[in-house]
Structure formats: structure tokens, C-alpha cells
């Protein structure tokens, strides 16, 4: 069973011999081809090759664009700082400033990621499954806004409605670029702005649904807990202690701490897990996105016992 098989149909819901290994990408892109990220994130060329290179250096199951906040922010009108071999950070205003929204999906670098989503399709889609990623309104509104957001709860809930309106034409986007699955990563979400903002996320899971691929909600790995769980995807990702301890989620991510790319790997909590879900229920990710200073030769030696059926069985 291929890559794109195992994928495509563990989300479907059928029995498959491992868990998928989709872990998220970071610095770690910049490896293989000896690129900065300002050249990888503002070139479409650069960043195809970069993405596609190393999925191929470290053999995991899909090829997933970055997580990139400063993204879609920067398509907001938001002002940037770029750094050499870090992601961009965000220089954070007030939430009273309005957001730039009329013509989000042309503006900033948002032309570009679609342009590389297209291509990864089209030329690795036959092979590998290609997963896009948008940030969440919340991580948004807390990148933008910082501490901000507290100060005015009815605007804090106008700002997330119109993040969310551009990340439904994000979505759409991806979708018609045919896509197979989409993840949108809260990675500043807490249990408290969950339950002032989790209406946000149904318009988006139904975006998603209407083009029939799957769609993964990502949790920050700080969260084991929160109130209401009536209103989370069926697809999330996050701790494993939330993860398991979250009954109402069907397919269950369960994401890797950083040390484990350190440490000797011990997945004898997890065979059993998987075995439980009748090997249709669980996936596997990274809890922080893969960055240039983990060693290469762990990274790829572990991402092999990972995806090799027999640790499963």
C-alpha cells in the first residue's frame, strides 16, 4: 500500500496496517536545498522544491505546507519581520485597526502558496497525498492582536468573524485546487477562548465537507482539557492525553513531544491504542514543527520505525 493509498484510506475510514505519520513541517525545509525562509516563503519555485525535497529526505506519508501564522496575517494588512532561518513574526497592533479583507486571496504571499498547492497537485498528487494548511481565527486574532483581544469580547467576536470569512475563501481555494485533506492549526488557542469562539469552526469543517477530503483541527499540545467538546471536527489533533481522554473525537491525532526525536522512541503506549481503534481511528503527527536543529539521521531513523508496519502489529 502506497502513501497516497494508506492516506486516503485510513480518512476514509477503513482498516489500513499503521497509523498515518503526517508530522508538521517547520525550519527543517530550509535542510535540504540550503535555502532561507524569506526565499522559500516568497518564491513559488523555491518553496515547491523545498516542500517536495523534504518529504523525500525523511519519508513521511503526505506532503503538508508549513504552519505560517504571519500568512494570512500579512494578507490582513498585518507588518511582518523576517528572520533568516526562523519564521516571520508579526509586529502586533491594536485590535481597534481593521482588517484589510476585501481582496484577501491576493493579496501578500497568498498568491504564492496557492500557486505551490497547484503545482504539488498536479506534479506529486499521483504519489503522495498533498495537505494544505491555514491558521485558525484564534491563532490569528492572538498573532495580530496579542493581549489585545481581551480588552473588547464584542470586537474580539467581530474580528473572528471576518478572519473566518477569508479563511473560507482560503479553504475554497484549496479545494478547488483539489487537495486532499486541509489542517487548520490553533496553535494559541486555550480552553477559555474555545468557548467564546467555537461557533467559528463549523462554517469551515463544512467548507471542507462540501469537497469531499478530509479536514484536521489542530490543538496546541498546552490544551488537556476543555468545557465543551460538542463542537469539535471529527478530525483532531493534538496531546495525547486530551486526545485519549476526548471520547467524542472519531479520528484521533495524536502528536509526538520534541523529545521523542531526542530519546530512545518508546511507542508501547500507543501499539495498544492503535489496536484498539481497530487501526482506523488514530494518526500520528509532531507536537512542534520539525526545525533545522533536530538531527537528521534520528529524525530519519525514527520516522522509519514509524512508518513501518511491522511496529504496529
Not at 494548511?133 to 480588552?151: A, F, Q
Not at 488537556?224 to 469539535?232: G, R
Request: some cysteine.
Amino acid at each position: 500500500m502506497d502513501k497516497k493509498e494508506l492516506v486516503q484510506k485510513f480518512f476514509k475510514g477503513r482498516a489500513v496496517p499503521r497509523p498515518p505519520f503526517l508530522p508538521l513541517v517547520g525550519t527543517y525545509i530550509t535542510k535540504v536545498d540550503q535555502v532561507s525562509i524569506p526565499s522559500i516563503l516568497q518564491d513559488a519555485n523555491t518553496f515547491y522544491s523545498a516542500l517536495v525535497n523534504t518529504q523525500k529526505l525523511l519519508g513521511y506519508d503526505a506532503i503538508i505546507l508549513p504552519l505560517d501564522p504571519s500568512l494570512e496575517v500579512e494578507a490582513l494588512g498585518g507588518v511582518l519581520e523576517w528572520k533568516n532561518q526562523e519564521m516571520p513574526s508579526v509586529i502586533e497592533v491594536p485590535i481597534s485597526q481593521e482588517l484589510l479583507s476585501s481582496d484577501f486571496l491576493e493579496s501578500g504571499r497568498i498568491p504564492v502558496v496557492e500557486e505551490v498547492v497547484e503545482r504539488l497537485v498536479k506534479v506529486q498528487g499521483k504519489e503522495l497525498p498533498i495537505i494544505a494548511t491555514i491558521t485558525g481565527p484564534v491563532t490569528i486574532l492572538k498573532t495580530l492582536y496579542g493581549e489585545d483581544i481581551n480588552s473588547d469580547i464584542g470586537l474580539l467576536k467581530k474580528r473572528a468573524s471576518e478572519i473566518t470569512q477569508a479563511m473560507i475563501g482560503l479553504c475554497k481555494a484549496f479545494g478547488d485546487a483539489k487537495v486532499d485533506g486541509i489542517l487548520i492549526n490553533e496553535d494559541l488557542l486555550d480552553s477559555a477562548l474555545w468557548e467564546e469562539c467555537k461557533d467559528v469552526y463549523k462554517p469551515l469543517f463544512n467548507v471542507i465537507k462540501f469537497y469531499n477530503i478530509f479536514g484536521i483541527l489542530r490543538l496546541s499540545s498546552d490544551i488537556n482539557s476543555i468545557e465543551s467538546t460538542s463542537h469539535l471536527p471529527d478530525i483532531v489533533l493534538g496531546s495525547q492525553e486530551f486526545i485519549t481522554n476526548s471520547t467524542s473525537i472519531k479520528i484521533k491525532g495524536i502528536a509526538f513531544a520534541p523529545s521523542i526525536w531526542e530519546n530512545t522512541m518508546d511507542l508501547s503506549q500507543l501499539t495498544p491504542l492503535w489496536k484498539e481503534n481497530k487501526k482506523r481511528r488514530m494518526f500520528l503527527s509532531s507536537s512542534q514543527p520539525l526545525n533545522i536543529e533536530i538531527n537528521l539521521s534520528e529524525l530519519q531513523e525514527k520516522t522509519s520505525i514509524i512508518c513501518n508496519e511491522e511496529t504496529w502489529q
